[in-house]
Each structure stands twice: as structure tokens, then as C-alpha cells.
């Protein structure tokens, strides 16, 4: 346990130090300054204003960023090292495989949360100050959906650096997962429902096995209950999980991919050809 901490915490001083994770904290704390600069706690969409209406826009926001950000940061990881000759040095060292690469991943996931989390905490803050009414359920709903959005792409991406190569091959391939990700968001499920070939439900859990989808819908359900917006598809989400069992849900199944997937991730790496 002592030489998972410590990896961890040399990740965490080895990211501080890093030029990406500078421009990874310029990027969201700009998106919460712009937001209140071009006035948006002071606009009204669908009944929502004040924080709440920039909360839901930061969510939207941060689906698209953060996702990519995490994995091609990530991936450089085990398959950087590899590059670099480190394992020949870890190998003479009194550090287990399993501290090694555990600890790598608790140290990036706390590089990774912690901007994403400090500039909507700022934007409380902010509203605190200003006299703004703070959506407290929204805003714990959303910390609680960032971070499991953040314990999923960092176990693919894990998992991505354990079976690639090379670096470039590594962030190649996080690259085309994000891209495949993005393009089956709606696409897949609006294809197949509308030639008619397979039953809804079957159809919608195709996309659902999507976790951008899965993130981009719970946003939408915490302020449209209903999933309007979705037309039939909220019919076979909502009889199939209800409004809050969908919340639910949108929280432990990103997080056990990720898990599942860092665990194969590390498996790969215990057992492949380190050096």
C-alpha cells in the first residue's frame, strides 16, 4: 500500500509539472469565466437560471472535452514509460507491478478531476458571493457525473496503453475510440430504428452501451425528466429504468467499465513483455 501512495504521488508532482495538464486547467477554468462573462446566470433556458443554467451548459461542455483530454493524456502512461526504458529501472526496484500501475492510476485520477471539479466549485463560490441561489442537488449530481466520467475514459485509457506498442500507436488509438464514440451518439440508434430491423429496447441498449451517450443523457434527464428531447427513445429508457433509476445507472455503469477495463489493462501488463 505504501508503494502505491508513493506512485501515486510521484504522478501526481510528475502531471503538475506537465505542460498539458496547464492548458487541462486554462481550459475549464476559461469555460467557467466565459460563461459568467458572457452573462449566462443571468439568461433563462427551459425554466433554468441563474447557476443552474450554466451547470447544465458546463456539463455539456466538459462531454466533449474531457473525454478526449483523458485519454490521449493517459495513454501516454504505461506505453510512454515503455518508450522510455523506465520498466528496466522499476524492475530493480523494491516496487510491486500492481503499485506501479494501480498508483499511476489513482495519481492521474486525482490530476484529472481535480480542474474539472475546482472550477465548478469556483463557480459556487462565485455565486455564493454574488447572492446567486445554488442548485445544491445539481451541482452534487454533476461532481458525482464527472467523476465517474473521468473512472471511465482513465480505465480505457489504461487499458488502451497496455496493449499499445508505442506511443504514437497509443494515442492513434484513443483517438479513434473517442471518434467512434462520438459518431455512434445518436447515429446508430436513429439508424437502426428508423429501417426497422430489430426491436426498440434492443436498439437502445446498443446506444446505451455508449458512455458519452449514457453521460449525455443523464444531463439531459436532470432538468427534462421526461427526455423530451429524445422523442420515443424516452419511452424504453424510462419503462425500462425510471427518471431516477436512469441517474442511477448513469453513475455505476461508466464507473465499472472503467474498472473492468483497467483491471484488463493491467492483466495485459503483469503478463506482457515489459521491457
Known amino acids: 500500500m505504501k508503494q502505491l501512495w508513493l506512485t501515486a504521488k ?105 480542474p474539472v471539479f475546482a472550477a465548478m466549485l469556483g463557480a459556487v463560490i462565485w455565486a455564493l458571493i454574488s447572492g446567486i441561489e445554488v442548485p445544491w442537488g445539481m451541482f452534487g449530481y454533476y461532481t458525482a457525473l464527472l467523476a465517474a466520467m473521468a ?3 482513465l480505465g480505457i485509457g489504461m487499458l488502451i496503453s497496455a496493449l499499445a506498442r508505442t506511443t504514437d500507436m497509443a494515442q492513434g488509438a484513443a483517438f ?8 455512434f451518439l445518436d447515429l446508430i440508434l436513429l439508424g437502426v430504428m428508423i429501417q426497422g430491423k430489430v426491436a426498440p429496447e434492443v436498439a437502445v441498449s446498443i446506444a446505451l452501451a455508449n458512455p458519452l451517450q449514457v453521460f449525455r443523457t443523464a444531463a439531459l434527464a436532470l432538468f427534462d425528466p421526461q427526455l423530451i428531447v429524445l422523442g420515443p427513445s424516452a419511452y424504453v429508457i424510462l419503462d425500462a429504468f425510471g427518471a431516477f433509476g436512469y441517474q442511477v445507472f448513469a453513475l455505476i455503469y461508466p464507473t465499472v467499465l472503467g474498472v473492468v477495463s483497467a483491471a484488463i489493462g493491467y492483466q495485459i501488463f503483469r503478463r506482457g513483455d515489459l521491457p
Open 10 to 114: 510521484l504522478d501526481i508532482v510528475e502531471s503538475l509539472r506537465a505542460r498539458w495538464f496547464q492548458i487541462y486547467t486554462l481550459v475549464f477554468g476559461g469555460i467557467v469565466a466565459l460563461l459568467f462573462l458572457f452573462g449566462l446566470t443571468e439568461s433563462r433556458v427551459l425554466g433554468f437560471i441563474g447557476l443552474s443554467r450554466l451547470l447544465v451548459t458546463y456539463i455539456q461542455l466538459t462531454m466533449a472535452i474531457l473525454p478526449i483530454f483523458v485519454l490521449i493524456t493517459t495513454v501516454r502512461s504505461v506505453a510512454g514509460d515503455r518508450e522510455a526504458g523506465v520498466f528496466e529501472y522499476l524492475l530493480s526496484l523494491p516496487v510491486s507491478l500492481g503499485a506501479w500501475f494501480w498508483g499511476k492510476i489513482l495519481g492521474r485520477y486525482v490530476v484529472i478531476f481535480a
Open 151 to 153: 473512472a471511465c475514459f
Open 176 to 183: 479513434m475510440v473517442w471518434l467512434s464514440l462520438l459518431l
